[in-house]
């Protein structure tokens, strides 16, 4: 079993700062890429940034300069620091993790995902 737990969600005024963790725990052997989608009201769940093991990043053009995906691989954690925040970055975020359980098996987890609202 592998589960992974948002945190760090929250209300936050534009032009506020929030930063999610999520950390990976259960049967792992080893974590490759991480990353955080998102979803808001009425629209589909869309990437924000992901990172490889080896810390190379991606980002969605929408939050890009404002917002950065880091890991901690003795950790099994996955951030994005968030600045600069708009009222449409309002959405649930989830973290994401291509995981091998030590039997070798690579599968994709998901957390449950955490709110994060920006508005005044």
């Known amino acids: 079993q592998v589960q992974l737990v948002e945190s760090g969600g929250g209300l936050v005024q534009p032009g506020g700062s929030l930063r999610l963790s999520c950390a990976a725990s259960?049967?792992?052997?080893?974590?490759?890429?991480m990353g955080w989608y998102r979803q808001a009201p009425g629209k589909q769940r869309e990437l924000v940034a992901t990172?490889?093991?080896?810390?190379?990043?991606n980002y969605a053009d929408s939050v890009k300069g404002r917002f950065t995906i880091s890991r901690d691989n003795a950790k099994n954690t996955v951030y994005l620091q968030m600045n600069s925040l708009k009222p449409e970055d309002t959405a649930v975020y989830y973290c994401?993790?291509?995981?091998?359980?030590?039997?070798?098996?690579?599968?994709?987890?998901w957390g449950q995902g955490t709110q994060v609202t920006v508005s005044s």
């Open positions: 990172v490889t093991r080896g810390a190379s990043t």
């Open positions: 994401s993790g291509a995981i091998a359980t030590p039997g070798g098996v690579i599968n994709n987890y």
């Open positions: 259960g049967s792992i052997f080893r974590i490759y890429a």
